[in-house]
């Protein structure tokens, strides 16, 4: 218990406590506090970017993997279909929103769209019931075909609540002639996360000799 006795706080063994010496005390308490908080802060920052460096370049690695078995890419509307003339997906992507773009390139909502986990997951691409044939299903080529999953779980969404995107239409015949580059040269395929700032920074379409990584982006190129 403390008393006071001519402008100082006396506890019950004698000890005497000026104003200004408790009032020093708190602020260093609050500055603490303070310092807690931004580091504390800064780790879950840190803590998001890990996740999403790491899922965009397990989303890439598992269509790597699909591409090997299949030799083709998880891009079509239907499983029996992989030729210069059946239809694509344009832009494969996770749940979530749709990040916002800095670069007018992506146009989400104007592009042919399909889950990530139609075809990494369930086999099931363009939700058309038509499913890649499976390992040991090809007569000419028993052991190519669809081995998935080829991942656990396709992440809900990156750590800021956007979408995983892939522009996976350029990694066909059919989109990479739409690239309208010169002979030789390819477009740049790539899984994505828009980064804290939920901003797309990196254009929809380069070449993939001169691709370059925009602002906050994590980015994995499969080609």
Known sequence: MRRRT?????????????????????????????????????????????????????????????????????AYLAGTSNGANDSIVEILESDGSDPSDSTGTWSLK??????LTNHLTQNNPGNSKVAYKRVGEISYARFQGWNGPYMSKIP??????????VNIGFS????????????????????????????????????????????DDEVFRIQ
């Open 110 to 115: 104007d592009k042919k769209t399909d889950l």
């Open 6 to 74: 001519q402008g100082f706080w006396k506890d019950n063994r004698g000890i005497a406590t000026s104003l200004m010496e408790a009032t020093l005390v708190i602020t260093i308490a609050a500055v603490l506090s303070t310092v807690a908080i931004i580091s504390s802060s800064d780790q879950v920052a840190d803590a998001d970017t890990t996740t999403s460096h790491s899922e965009v370049k397990l989303i890439g690695v598992s269509i790597l993997s699909f591409m090997q078995d299949t030799g083709y890419s998880p």
């Open 156 to 165: 809900a969404a990156d750590p800021w609540g956007d979408r995983y995107i």
């Open 172 to 215: 066909t015949s059919q989109g990479a002639a739409k690239a309208s580059f010169t002979t030789g040269r390819r477009p740049a395929v790539f899984v994505i996360s828009a980064g804290p700032n939920r901003t797309l920074d990196t254009k929809y379409l380069q070449a993939a000799d001169e691709f370059v990584e925009g602002g």
